[in-house]
């Protein structure tokens, strides 16, 4: 993107007093520059779209091609972990940075606010496009004006969810101190979740007019990610109400800059109710559009090209997404341009990002019944099989489990196999190429091994082209319908304590899809919440059980969106992990010991003596794997804690260090963090 260069030394911004500017060096000598003036580059729609086309992968979503993949993006939550505790899980990991500036920074801020303050006033402040002067399809024109305003949206929710409150800048800043320091002022997070909508709601209005390709930001995406905004903010005031973590609540920080706060809608519990309408309306919108296209699931795995294929399957492991209605928004990618190592990742063990006991003990039974209704967890009653095997596991189960989980024996890949470009296909224990082997729990390479036992084939394509070491192109799914069902569920309940009609239907769509017997009242009516407790993080609210109906509505949304990034974000919004702060959570993987799995392994191999040669923890521990427990050395050897600091993230230190040279004192940090580098959470 070509920008004259005294516009572009204003991403001073984009480091924010960081370094006294010295990191603006680095990013002027990755940007092209270029003599033309601002008011004669955004003169025409193909210059509108290629600034845009800059800007989707820095700020949407993407796979990366070197590290986890995608359907790894829930590690270091109760549903996939590593072989060592995130961070965030200990009491001594998690430090306050000194400069590290990747998260606290407003470059991408910046660029959407240049972008629209040199456009909206080409366009001509007119809706219709009449007084536009930017050359080309004004109703294209229009719709990337939205893009941009969905795009800001977007980068503000990204630091919403890490810092809450944050500072609201709606316009390309001078390059100086003062200025600056003082736009670093932050806005409470509610204010933070109303300024979203409002692009938001823009976004929507300036894209209606324009048919897109689903390979591009879409006015009902607008409405998808306002629905996900909303409900984010009312059921974060609604948990931590009265906490350091709302605006007024006791111990708030941004007491220091505001003094007594007053919401916009008059109290919190207006403001609560305010974002659940929101989140209610925005996602009907969606919902009621695409309650009908949800991708059909078979809840069969294909194992040949003779076989049918599974529409749902197929949807996380195609090239071309256009014929999946329910997917808003894709990125496609082409074979030696764009790549990436999904499905390498899913021919092995995910990364060594496994799924956790827990979580597959989790999903229902095929009947709608919860698994501890079918007597104990390993041996079951003949409908649950009991999890001595994997193949046990997965038998008469919601198909959103039995269909991604991988099993020994499986093939992983069967399409074009003397295709040697797939270098990166399974082996079978018996040397079959793209059979799923045992599971590599024992092995020590990180890209290879298995973490909990327990692995995932969602995305991975049953093509050998698509296993090039860092060489695959399947389509990359970023936002789906289905999201805007579960989050008007989850709001009319939130709202209203009780489903309608229109929360009853989507709750019986996603169930038949997934193949789970649609009565979920049923469902309620067995649900045992202590029994919940021991397999999800999510039982809880502020260290207390929810109520079924809550829960079950949770566990929709958990078993829908396997590996995809969610989870995360949902268990700091419900604030379901105060529980940990007293008793710390034990993370475990598959039945290893005194099952037929415990075969599946040398005796050699398997190592529980506990120093740094041990591949296995202890048969005393527990039965089941316990990654985190092989060795003292490992973060979580003694089970995952939680600090109430830990909800959000630190402001780096250096930025404290700068406001206060600027003679400012308007920064306050998050709260029970220290303003000084390296020091873990007082709380």
Same mark, same amino acid.
């Given at each position: 993107?070509?920008?004259?260069?005294?516009?572009?030394?204003?991403?001073?911004?984009?480091?924010?007093l960081?370094?006294?500017?010295?990191?603006?060096?680095?990013?002027?000598?990755?940007?092209?520059?270029?003599?033309?003036?601002?008011?004669?580059?955004?003169?025409?729609?193909?210059?509108?779209?290629?600034?845009?086309?800059?800007e989707?992968?820095?700020?949407?979503?993407?796979?990366?091609?070197?590290?986890?993949?995608?359907?790894?993006?829930?590690?270091?939550?109760?549903?996939?972990?590593?072989?060592?505790?995130?961070?965030?899980?200990?009491?001594?990991?998690?430090?306050?940075?000194?400069?590290?500036?990747?998260?606290?920074?407003?470059?991408?801020?910046?660029?959407?606010?240049?972008?629209?303050?040199?456009?909206?006033?080409?366009?001509?402040?007119?809706?219709?496009?009449?007084?536009?002067?930017?050359?080309?399809?004004?109703?294209?024109?229009?719709?990337?004006?939205?893009?941009?305003?969905?795009?800001?949206?977007?980068?503000?929710?990204?630091?919403?969810?890490?810092?809450?409150?944050?500072?609201?800048?709606?316009?390309?800043?001078?390059?100086?101190?003062?200025v600056?320091?003082?736009?670093?002022?932050?806005s409470?997070?509610?204010?933070?979740?109303?300024?979203?909508?409002?692009?938001?709601?823009?976004?929507?209005?300036?894209?209606?007019?324009?048919?897109?390709?689903?390979?591009r930001?879409?006015?009902?995406?607008?409405?998808?990610?306002?629905?996900?905004?909303?409900?984010?903010?009312?059921?974060?005031?609604?948990?931590?109400?009265?906490?350091? &973590? @709302?605006?007024?609540?006791?111990?708030?920080? *941004? %007491?220091? #800059? !505001?003094?007594?706060?007053? $919401?916009?809608? /008059?109290?919190?519990?207006?403001?609560?109710n305010?974002?659940?309408?929101?989140?209610?309306?925005?996602?009907?919108?969606?919902?009621?559009?695409?309650?009908?296209?949800?991708?059909?699931?078979?809840?069969?795995?294909?194992?040949?090209?003779?076989?049918?294929?599974?529409?749902?399957?197929?949807?996380?492991?195609?090239?071309?997404l256009?014929?999946?209605?329910?997917?808003?928004?894709?990125?496609?990618?082409?074979r030696?341009?764009?790549?990436?190592?999904?499905?390498?990742?899913?021919?092995?063990g995910?990364?060594?990002?496994?799924?956790?006991?827990? &979580? @597959?003990?989790?999903?229902?039974?095929?009947? *709608? %019944?919860? #698994? !501890?209704?079918?007597?104990? $967890?390993?041996? /079951?009653?003949?409908?649950?099989m009991?999890?001595?095997?994997?193949?046990?596991?997965?038998?008469?189960?919601?198909?959103?489990?039995?269909?991604?989980?991988?099993?020994?024996?499986q093939?992983?890949?069967?399409?074009?196999?003397?295709?040697?470009?797939?270098t990166?296909?399974?082996?079978?224990?018996?040397?079959?190429?793209?059979?799923?082997?045992?599971?590599?729990?024992?092995?020590?390479?990180?890209?290879?091994?298995?973490?909990?036992?327990?692995?995932?084939?969602?995305?991975?394509?049953?093509?050998?082209?698509?296993?090039?070491?860092?060489?695959?192109?399947?389509?990359?799914?970023?936002?789906?319908?289905?999201?805007?069902?579960?989050?008007?569920?989850?709001?009319?309940?939130?709202?209203?304590?009780?489903?309608?009609?229109?929360?009853?239907?989507?709750?019986t769509?996603?169930?038949?899809?997934?193949?789970?017997?649609?009565?979920?009242?049923?469902?309620?009516?067995?649900?045992d919440?202590?029994?919940?407790?021991?397999?999800?993080?999510?039982?809880?609210?502020?260290?207390?059980?929810?109520?079924?109906?809550?829960y079950?509505?949770?566990?929709?949304?958990?078993?829908?969106?396997?590996?995809?990034?969610m989870?995360?974000?949902?268990?700091?919004?419900?604030?379901?992990?105060?529980?940990?702060?007293?008793?710390?959570?034990?993370?475990e993987?598959?039945?290893?010991?005194?099952?037929?799995?415990?075969?599946?392994?040398?005796?050699?191999?398997?190592?529980?003596?506990?120093?740094?040669?041990?591949?296995?923890?202890?048969?005393?521990?527990?039965?089941?794997?316990?990654?985190?427990?092989?060795?003292?050395?490992?973060?979580?050897?003694?089970?995952?804690?939680?600090?109430?600091?830990?909800?959000?993230?630190?402001?780096?230190?250096?930025?404290?260090?700068?406001?206060?040279?600027?003679?400012?004192?308007?920064?306050?940090?998050?709260?029970?963090?220290?303003?000084?580098?390296?020091?873990?959470?007082?709380?």
């Amino acid at each position: 993107m070509k920008l004259y260069k005294s516009y572009i030394i204003n991403v001073m911004l984009a480091t924010m007093l960081v370094a006294t500017f010295t990191a603006c060096d680095d990013y002027l000598d990755k940007v092209p520059m270029s003599s033309v003036s601002p008011e004669v580059y955004f003169s025409s729609e193909a210059q509108l779209l290629a600034y845009l086309d800059d800007e989707y992968p820095n700020i949407l979503p993407t796979y990366d091609n070197w590290t986890y993949g995608v359907f790894g993006a829930d590690k270091g939550t109760d549903n996939q972990i590593e072989v060592n505790a995130a961070s965030r899980f200990t009491t001594t990991q998690w430090k306050v940075d000194e400069s590290e500036s990747s998260n606290w920074n407003f470059e991408r801020v910046y660029r959407m606010n240049y972008f629209l303050t040199e456009v909206l006033p080409k366009f001509g402040g007119s809706l219709d496009g009449s007084k536009c002067t930017i050359s080309g399809d004004v109703s294209n024109i229009k719709h990337y004006i939205g893009e941009a305003y969905f795009l800001r949206a977007y980068v503000y929710f990204s630091k919403e969810l890490l810092f809450g409150d944050f500072p609201i800048i709606t316009e390309p800043l001078d390059n100086d101190m003062q200025v600056l320091a003082e736009a670093s002022t932050r806005s409470p997070r509610n204010e933070v979740a109303r300024f979203i909508i409002q692009d938001l709601d823009s976004a929507y209005l300036y894209m209606s007019d324009a048919e897109m390709a689903t390979t591009r930001i879409n006015k009902d995406l607008a409405m998808l990610l306002e629905s996900r905004v909303a409900l984010n903010e009312a059921t974060w005031l609604q948990n931590f109400k009265g906490t350091a &973590f @709302v605006p007024g609540g006791t111990g708030w920080p *941004g %007491t220091e #800059v !505001y003094g007594t706060y007053t $919401y916009p809608s /008059g109290s919190i519990d207006n403001e609560i109710n305010y974002f659940l309408d929101v989140a209610i309306n925005a996602s009907k919108i969606v919902a009621e559009e695409y309650k009908g296209k949800l991708t059909a699931n078979t809840g069969v795995l294909q194992q040949s090209e003779d076989e049918p294929n599974n529409p749902y399957y197929d949807m996380f492991a195609s090239e071309d997404l256009s014929e999946y209605p329910e997917v808003l928004l894709w990125q496609q990618h082409a074979r030696s341009i764009s790549t990436h190592n999904i499905n390498a990742a899913a021919g092995r063990g995910n990364y060594r990002a496994g799924l956790t006991r827990g &979580f @597959v003990q989790n999903f229902l039974m095929a009947d *709608g %019944t919860p #698994v !501890y209704t079918h007597g104990d $967890y390993a041996t /079951g009653d003949g409908y649950y099989m009991g999890d001595q095997t994997i193949a046990n596991v997965r038998q008469n189960r919601d198909t959103r489990l039995s269909i991604f989980l991988k099993e020994p024996g499986q093939k992983d890949v069967f399409i074009d196999m003397d295709n040697n470009e797939g270098t990166e296909i399974p082996t079978g224990e018996n040397g079959e190429n793209g059979v799923e082997p045992y599971p590599k729990i024992t092995l020590g390479d990180s890209e290879r091994g298995y973490a909990t036992g327990y692995a995932l084939h969602k995305g991975g394509s049953f093509d050998r082209k698509h296993y090039g070491n860092g060489g695959g192109y399947t389509a990359e799914v970023k936002f789906r319908a289905v999201e805007a069902l579960l989050n008007y569920m989850e709001a009319y309940y939130l709202r209203y304590g009780n489903l309608d009609e229109s929360a009853r239907e989507y709750w019986t769509l996603i169930r038949q899809r997934a193949g789970v017997d649609t009565d979920f009242d049923k469902t309620i009516s067995l649900t045992d919440m202590s029994k919940e407790a021991e397999n999800d993080w999510g039982a809880y609210s502020g260290g207390e059980l929810v109520d079924a109906t809550l829960y079950n509505i949770r566990r929709e949304r958990r078993c829908e969106y396997i590996g995809e990034g969610m989870r995360y974000m949902d268990l700091r919004r419900w604030r379901s992990m105060d529980q940990l702060i007293n008793t710390p959570c034990h993370m475990e993987g598959f039945h290893l010991w005194n099952t037929p799995m415990q075969d599946w392994y040398d005796a050699d191999d398997l190592i529980y003596d506990e120093t740094s040669s041990a591949t296995v923890s202890s048969p005393s521990k527990s039965e089941y794997l316990r990654p985190f427990e092989k060795n003292p050395t490992q973060y979580g050897y003694d089970g995952c804690t939680w600090r109430m600091a830990h909800y959000l993230y630190p402001i780096m230190a250096k930025q404290f260090q700068l406001i206060e040279s600027a003679g400012l004192s308007n920064l306050y940090q998050n709260p029970y963090w220290p303003t000084t580098a390296d020091m873990t959470a007082e709380q």
